[in-house]
C-alpha cells in the first residue's frame, strides 16, 4: 500500500472513535539572511517554504497516544501521564516535548492518534523539526480549545525543543514555521521576539534551495567555539567605559575597528561578521520592500563571503556552489543555516532557473562527485488547519 493510500486508510479508521478531528500542516524554512546573529541578539530574516508536515489528529476516549509516521514508517505508543525521552526514536521526541509544555497549560488533556507525512528535506537545516513540534502544538491546542495566538505556538514549540528535546535553539524556526505568510519574508529582533512581515513579491524571481548533501558534522564543537569567542568581544568591550553592551548587536564597526589591535584575530573576525550581519538584514528589509532585488542578492553574496572568511562556518562544497551562482550571473547567493554542510539559497530569476539547475548540478557532481539536490520555493503560508 503506497503513503496515498495508507493516509485514505487511516484516515478513514480514525472516524470509528467519533471524537474530534482535524487536518493541520506546518511548513519548514529557509532563512534568507542573518547567520549565527541570533544568539548575539541580532536580526534574522527567514521565510517559510512551499514544503510541510502534514498531521492528521483525532482525539481519543482515555490517555494514550498513538503515533504514525508514515516517512519512518513507525507506529509508536505512549500514555500522557509517561512522558520519557525516547533515544532509539528521536522523532517522536519533538511530539512528546509539545505535550510535556501543553500539560502545565491544562489538566484535561485526552489521548489522541496522529498520523503525520511530509516533504521538508531532513538534515538539510530546513527545520523539519520546528515544523513538526508547530504542527504538533497546533492540532492539539486546536483539538482541545486551548487559546493560543501563532506567537503562543512558537514559544510553547520553542520550549519543548529546549526543555524536553534538549536542544537550545533561538526562536527562529518556530517562529517562521508558525507566523510565515505567503509573499512575505520574516525579520525577527531575536533580542525582543518582535517581528515584521518584509514584502517579498516579485514575478520574475524564486528562490532555489541547493542541498550540497554534506552532512553537517561540525557544527556542535564549531558553534560552541564561535558562541565563546563571540562572548570573549562582548567581555572585552563592557570592560571599556565608554561602552553600554550587552551583546554584539548593540556595537557597529566603527567602535570595532577602533580595538583591532587589542582584540585576537578571531574574535575580531567573528565580531565582524555578527555586526556586519546585523547590518546585512536591515539593509536587505529595506531592499526587499522597495522590490531591489539587485541590491538584496549582492548583500547575499557579501554575507556569503563574511561566513566563510570571518565567521569560518562555510566548506569547500558550500563555496563551491556560491562560486558556481556567481559564475552563472545569478543575482544572489549565501549558505543557509549553521554551516559546515547543508544548503545554500539563490535569488534567481525563474527564465534562469532550469538552466541554472542543470548546470550547477553537473558542475557541483563533476567537482564533488556529490549530485545535490534542488528545492525551488515561493515565500510561504505558516502553520494553518486544512479546512
Known amino acids: 500500500m503506497d503513503k496515498n493510500n495508507l493516509w485514505n486508510h487511516y484516515r478513514k479508521n480514525l472516524q470509528d472513535f467519533n471524537l474530534a478531528s482535524g487536518i493541520y500542516q506546518a511548513p519548514g524554512r529557509v532563512n534568507l539572511i542573518g547567520e549565527h546573529t541570533d544568539y548575539n541578539d541580532g536580526f534574522v530574516m527567514p521565510m517559510a517554504i512551499e514544503k510541510e508536515i502534514t498531521m492528521l489528529v483525532q482525539l481519543r476516549p482515555d490517555q494514550k497516544v498513538r503515533c504514525y509516521s508514515l516517512d519512518y514508517e513507525q507506529i509508536l505508543e505512549f500514555n500522557l501521564e509517561c512522558l520519557e525521552y525516547d533515544s532509539k526514536n528521536i522523532w517522536i521526541n519533538y511530539i512528546k516535548g509539545v505535550i510535556f509544555e501543553i500539560k502545565k497549560l491544562t489538566d484535561k488533556l485526552q489521548g489522541f492518534n496522529l498520523i503525520f507525512t511530509g516533504n521538508v528535506p531532513q538534515g538539510a537545516g530546513l527545520s523539519s523539526s520546528a515544523a513538526l513540534e508547530v504542527v504538533t502544538a497546533l492540532a492539539i491546542a486546536d483539538l482541545h480549545k486551548i487559546k493560543m495566538n501563532k506567537i503562543d505556538l512558537a514559544l510553547l514549540s520553542q520550549r519543548a525543543e529546549n526543555n524536553f528535546v534538549g536542544v537550545q535553539c533561538g526562536i527562529m524556526d518556530q517562529y517562521i514555521s508558525s507566523l510565515g505568510q505567503k509573499e512575505h519574508a520574516l525579520l525577527i ?39 565563546e569567542e ?51 538584514v536591515i539593509a536587505s528589509k529595506n531592499y526587499l520592500a522597495a522590490n531591489e532585488m539587485d541590491k538584496f542578492g549582492q548583500l547575499m553574496y557579501d554575507s556569503h563571503t563574511s561566513l566563510s572568511q570571518d565567521y569560518e562556518v562555510s566548506c569547500h562544497e558550500l563555496d563551491l556552489l556560491v562560486n558556481l551562482a556567481k559564475k552563472e550571473n545569478i543575482t544572489g547567493a549565501r549558505m543557509t543555516g549553521a554551516g559546515f554542510g547543508g544548503c545554500t539559497v539563490n535569488l534567481v530569476k525563474k527564465d534562469k532557473i532550469d538552466k541554472f539547475i542543470k548546470n550547477i548540478r553537473e558542475n557541483y557532481k563533476a567537482e564533488t562527485g556529490i549530485k545535490a539536490e534542488f528545492y525551488i520555493s515561493n515565500p510561504a503560508k505558516g502553520a494553518r488547519k486544512v479546512e
Do not use: T, W
Not at 558534522?217 to 558553534?223: E, I, K, M, N
Not at 568581544?233 to 563592557?238: G, R
Open 189 to 227: 529582533d531575536c533580542r525582543s521576539n518582535d517581528y515584521q512581515l518584509v514584502p517579498f513579491k516579485n514575478d520574475n524571481y524564486q528562490i532555489v534551495i541547493c542541498n550540497s548533501k554534506v552532512q553537517r558534522g561540525l557544527v556542535d564543537s564549531a558553534y560552541n567555539q564561535r558562541r
Open 230 to 280: 563571540c562572548k570573549q568581544a562582548v567581555e572585552f568591550f563592557k570592560s571599556k567605559e565608554e561602552f553600554e553592551i550587552n551583546a554584539l548587536r548593540d556595537l557597529n564597526l566603527i567602535n570595532l575597528e577602533k580595538y583591532e589591535a587589542e582584540l585576537a584575530p578571531k574574535v575580531y573576525q567573528r565580531a565582524r561578521h555578527v555586526i556586519s550581519e546585523n547590518q546585512r
